[in-house]
């Protein structure tokens, strides 16, 4: 799972995610204003 810039994996190790998906290390995973967004332009 995935929390600000943070990622766990199953054994509940904890990684600085800088090397994954678009935008993560800029915004984090599941940033509440991206979300926002997100639902607004998909409504």
Known sequence: KGYGVWIEDPDGNVFLDC????????????????????????Q
């Open 19 to 42: 090397n994954a998906g678009v935008a993560v290390c800029s915004t984090g995973h599941c940033h509440p204003e991206i979300v926002e967004a997100i639902i607004k332009q998909t």
